[in-house]
């Protein structure tokens, strides 16, 4: 019984990624991944995820440190926090991103009155809204890598005369490694992979916010061999990624 | 990957719930001493999908609750999208009863592929109108004034307001930088752009401006640059209750249906 069960369920999530590889239109599916759009769609995502993993480990790191190391009271509420926007709907989180940062939000409004920069509808947006919804997976990551770590390793580096800066670069970085570069991987794909914050937030706008997964859609209003063919690209992607992984990720999270 | 993609919007509106905003609707269309129940047929019973253009989302609920005075108990749900995308899901076996379409473009293929009972007609016709920010603080008063919009949204062109609207700036001599436009799926999206995000600037329909006028401000488009899309109405073929679908078709080509049409902005078929 559990079998039969298991096996329908490997199914269900095997059965859509088969057909779409079976449907996909082979003959002109490099053609279309070569065409300016989809070139420049591909392009754009490059460049956002990149930065926001960027982004993400310069202010995740530290997050994941302090949620795993700090004794201050209200951790709790603190990681709840870091980890909403890894389960709000991402076009809720659009939605949200709005509220702060339109020209009318709070915040928005100060950036566009005194520095004249506006977010929305910009590329700088989009790395915004992918930041919000893909930096929690390397805050969670490395900071369950970060309490496996012993802290008598810390201790003696300490000991030793290493300052922390030190003793985090050279004692706690290579530790916990692996578990880094899975939590890179894992935002990285998560921030290539958005779409409902980016089309709330930045709009859809050729070579500056429309990203690969705005593509996709925009060509499945017009031209479904186009659509899949970079559905197909995607793919390949994700493909990569996970093959890259080969399994960390999930010893990560079992640490 | 996780990618969420928003759903087309669904209403369901029981018939038999709401009542009193139904009198806003017959009582702007009391012309004269015609009988009570002039324009629908006998009670129709069941219930029906009516896959329509975004820009009638409004104006066709408002309908079903003034239906609601003769046929208890019907209950019509609708679905709103970009009619292009609603023609293409109807191809590929989506359930409606009826397709109310915003442009002929998008009910031609369905005529063609058989999906259509009888014949498809026009009900009403839908001009295109610029909308600003409240106060309109960048002076946009024409097509060509666009340019100076940091950020204009337009509807998709597989969308009739996308494509009417690439036809009138083709018309108007105007090209807007790739950079400066953010495309849409359909009207509705497109408006929301300029009153809930930072756009300038949009091209949707006047139906549209003119239910908005407390968070946009409309600047009509003058009829040389214009351009009108016509709104055909049919039942399909594979209904399982077509009597409520006819009535429908019916109800809204009758005197109460086009008052309702033209108060909110529609013009006449074409």
Same mark, same amino acid.
């Given at each position: 019984m559990a079998g039969a069960l298991g096996l329908l369920g490997g199914l269900l999530l095997v059965v859509p990624v088969v057909a779409l590889v079976a449907r996909a239109p082979w003959g002109t599916v490099l053609s279309n991944l070569g065409s300016p759009a989809a070139v420049q769609a591909l392009e754009l995502s490059g460049i956002c995820s990149t930065a926001t993993l960027i982004i993400s480990i310069i202010f995740g790191v530290p997050l994941a440190w302090v949620l795993a190391r700090s004794t201050l009271p209200g951790m709790r509420v603190l990681r709840a926090a870091a980890t909403l926007p890894m389960v709000l709907p991402p076009v809720v989180g659009g939605i949200a991103l709005l509220m702060a940062f339109s020209r009318y939000g709070p915040l928005g409004r100060v950036l566009f009155s005194?520095?004249?920069? &506006?977010?929305?509808?910009s590329i700088a947006g989009v790395i915004l809204a992918e930041t919000f919804v893909a930096m929690p997976f390397l805050v969670i990551t490395v900071e369950a890598a970060l309490g496996a770590v012993s802290p008598e390793l810390e201790e003696v580096s300490a000991t030793l005369g290493a300052g922390p800066w030190r003793t985090f670069l050279f004692v706690t970085l290579p530790v916990i490694g692996p578990s880094f570069a899975a939590g890179c991987a894992l935002t990285w794909a998560r921030a290539l992979g958005e779409f409902g914050a980016t089309i709330t937030?930045?709009?859809?706008?050729?070579?500056?916010? &429309?990203t690969l997964p705005l593509a996709v859609y925009l060509a499945l209003q017009r031209d479904e061999g186009l659509a899949v063919s970079l559905s197909i690209g995607l793919l390949a992607i994700s493909l990569a990624v996970l093959i890259g992984l080969r399994g960390r990720w999930l010893g990560a999270v079992r640490t | 990957m996780n990618i969420s993609e928003p759903r087309m919007r669904r209403r369901r509106w029981s018939l038999g719930a709401v009542a009193a905003a139904g009198l806003l609707v017959c009582g702007c269309s009391t012309?004269?001493?015609?009988?009570?129940?002039?324009?629908?047929?006998?009670p129709a019973r069941g219930s029906i999908t009516v896959a329509a253009a975004s820009s009638l989302s409004k104006v066709f609920p408002a309908l079903a609750r003034g239906a609601d005075k003769v046929h208890h108990g019907a209950t019509i749900t609708f679905d709103f999208g970009s009619s292009g995308t609603l023609a293409t899901s109807i191809s590929a076996g989506a359930p409606a009863d009826v397709f109310a379409s915003a442009a002929l473009s998008s009910m031609a293929p369905l005529v063609s592929a058989g999906l259509v009972a009888g014949r498809s007609i026009p009900f009403a016709s839908n001009a295109l109108e610029i909308i600003t920010k409240p106060g309109n603080p960048l002076g946009i008063h024409a097509l060509s004034d666009l340019v100076k919009a940091k950020v204009v949204a337009l509807c998709v062109v597989t969308a009739p307001c996308g494509a009417t609207a690439q036809a009138a700036l083709s018309k108007a001599g105007v090209h807007l930088p790739e950079g400066q436009v953010t495309v849409a799926p359909d009207v509705d999206t497109t408006a929301a752009a300029v009153t809930t995000g930072d756009a300038d600037a949009a091209i949707v329909y006047v139906t549209n401006a003119r239910s908005e006028t407390g968070h946009a401000q409309g600047v009509p488009i003058p009829k040389k640059e214009n351009v009108v899309t016509t709104y055909p109405i049919a039942v399909m073929?594979?209904? &399982?209750n077509k009597s409520l679908a006819k009535a429908w078709v019916t109800y809204v080509q009758s005197p109460i249906g086009q008052a309702a049409l033209h108060s909110a902005g529609f013009s006449p078929a074409a």
């Amino acid at each position: 019984m559990a079998g039969a069960l298991g096996l329908l369920g490997g199914l269900l999530l095997v059965v859509p990624v088969v057909a779409l590889v079976a449907r996909a239109p082979w003959g002109t599916v490099l053609s279309n991944l070569g065409s300016p759009a989809a070139v420049q769609a591909l392009e754009l995502s490059g460049i956002c995820s990149t930065a926001t993993l960027i982004i993400s480990i310069i202010f995740g790191v530290p997050l994941a440190w302090v949620l795993a190391r700090s004794t201050l009271p209200g951790m709790r509420v603190l990681r709840a926090a870091a980890t909403l926007p890894m389960v709000l709907p991402p076009v809720v989180g659009g939605i949200a991103l709005l509220m702060a940062f339109s020209r009318y939000g709070p915040l928005g409004r100060v950036l566009f009155s005194v520095l004249g920069i &506006q977010l929305t509808y910009s590329i700088a947006g989009v790395i915004l809204a992918e930041t919000f919804v893909a930096m929690p997976f390397l805050v969670i990551t490395v900071e369950a890598a970060l309490g496996a770590v012993s802290p008598e390793l810390e201790e003696v580096s300490a000991t030793l005369g290493a300052g922390p800066w030190r003793t985090f670069l050279f004692v706690t970085l290579p530790v916990i490694g692996p578990s880094f570069a899975a939590g890179c991987a894992l935002t990285w794909a998560r921030a290539l992979g958005e779409f409902g914050a980016t089309i709330t937030f930045a709009g859809d706008i050729a070579g500056r916010t &429309q990203t690969l997964p705005l593509a996709v859609y925009l060509a499945l209003q017009r031209d479904e061999g186009l659509a899949v063919s970079l559905s197909i690209g995607l793919l390949a992607i994700s493909l990569a990624v996970l093959i890259g992984l080969r399994g960390r990720w999930l010893g990560a999270v079992r640490t | 990957m996780n990618i969420s993609e928003p759903r087309m919007r669904r209403r369901r509106w029981s018939l038999g719930a709401v009542a009193a905003a139904g009198l806003l609707v017959c009582g702007c269309s009391t012309v004269g001493s015609t009988s009570s129940s002039p324009t629908v047929p006998a009670p129709a019973r069941g219930s029906i999908t009516v896959a329509a253009a975004s820009s009638l989302s409004k104006v066709f609920p408002a309908l079903a609750r003034g239906a609601d005075k003769v046929h208890h108990g019907a209950t019509i749900t609708f679905d709103f999208g970009s009619s292009g995308t609603l023609a293409t899901s109807i191809s590929a076996g989506a359930p409606a009863d009826v397709f109310a379409s915003a442009a002929l473009s998008s009910m031609a293929p369905l005529v063609s592929a058989g999906l259509v009972a009888g014949r498809s007609i026009p009900f009403a016709s839908n001009a295109l109108e610029i909308i600003t920010k409240p106060g309109n603080p960048l002076g946009i008063h024409a097509l060509s004034d666009l340019v100076k919009a940091k950020v204009v949204a337009l509807c998709v062109v597989t969308a009739p307001c996308g494509a009417t609207a690439q036809a009138a700036l083709s018309k108007a001599g105007v090209h807007l930088p790739e950079g400066q436009v953010t495309v849409a799926p359909d009207v509705d999206t497109t408006a929301a752009a300029v009153t809930t995000g930072d756009a300038d600037a949009a091209i949707v329909y006047v139906t549209n401006a003119r239910s908005e006028t407390g968070h946009a401000q409309g600047v009509p488009i003058p009829k040389k640059e214009n351009v009108v899309t016509t709104y055909p109405i049919a039942v399909m073929a594979a209904s &399982q209750n077509k009597s409520l679908a006819k009535a429908w078709v019916t109800y809204v080509q009758s005197p109460i249906g086009q008052a309702a049409l033209h108060s909110a902005g529609f013009s006449p078929a074409a």
